[in-house]
């Protein structure tokens, strides 16, 4: 079993800077890939971030790109998203995954965290 546990999230004006932090526990497997994904309310889940186990390829969203970036410490089994110049549409519960690829569809991940809620007041 693999847990995943994000945190970092919270209340934060728009045009500040919040950096959210997964830590990946349990029966974990070399290689994995890491994810983020975020859901805004009456909306569908959507990709933000994904970087493979060496951090050799990233991608990020367009709509956060510039802004956000990705990163990981596999010696902490901890993955990040640093969100910049935060936006009040950036407001959602982010969700961490796991999986084999980095990849931007949510099929393609195995292990989900609960999510932190992510709020920026203009």
């Known amino acids: 079993q693999v847990q995943l546990v994000e945190s970092g999230g919270g209340l934060v004006q728009a045009g500040g800077s919040l950096r959210l932090s997964c830590v990946v526990s349990?029966?974990?497997?070399?290689?994995?890939?890491m994810g983020w994904f975020r859901q805004a309310p009456g909306k569908e889940r959507e990709f933000v971030a994904t970087?493979?186990?060496?951090?050799?390829?990233?991608n990020i969203a367009d709509s956060v790109k510039g802004r956000f970036t990705i990163s990981r410490d596999n010696a902490k089994n901890t993955g990040y998203l640093q969100m910049n110049s935060l936006q009040p549409e950036d407001t959602a519960v982010y969700y961490c995954?796991?999986?084999?690829?980095?990849?931007?569809?949510?099929?393609?991940?195995?292990?989900w965290g609960q999510g932190t809620q992510v709020t920026v007041s203009s």
């Open positions: 970087i493979s186990w060496t951090g050799g390829i990233t």
């Open positions: 995954a796991a999986g084999a690829n980095p990849a931007m569809t949510m099929r393609q991940y195995v292990n």
């Open positions: 349990g029966r974990t497997y070399r290689g994995y890939a």
